[in-house]
């Protein structure tokens, strides 16, 4: 059964910094995707940044683009989003989602002004 579980989160300051973790479990193969989403209240989920084993690259959306950077460990099926210079607007529940199918259950991040 694969389980995807995400850590990290927590409450900082504009301009502070989290790093966020997602490790995955159970797949009987090498994983290709690694994604990660983000959930504001009122708001649609909406992609944050991604790894792309197959393919070998990373990918941002522009609101995130600069202060935020996706790495990963595709042997451990693990992803790791490190995000600085914070804004209050970056608060959100987090998600990780591998290949396209699973889904965890989120880390709450928020950012106080």
């Known amino acids: 059964q694969v389980r995807v579980v995400e850590s990290g989160g927590g409450s900082v300051q504009a301009g502070g910094s989290l790093r966020l973790s997602c490790a995955s479990s159970g797949h009987t193969s090498r994983l290709m995707l690694m994604e990660w989403f983000r959930q504001a209240p009122g708001k649609d989920r909406e992609f944050v940044a991604s790894?792309?084993?197959?393919?070998?690259?990373?990918y941002y959306s522009d609101v995130v683009k600069g202060r935020f950077t996706v790495s990963g460990d595709n042997a451990e099926s693990k992803v790791f989003l490190e995000m600085n210079s914070l804004k209050p607007e970056d608060t959100a529940v987090y998600y990780c989602r591998v290949d396209y199918l699973y889904w965890g259950q989120g880390t709450q991040v928020t950012v106080s002004s």
């Open positions: 790894i792309n084993w197959s393919r070998g690259r990373q």
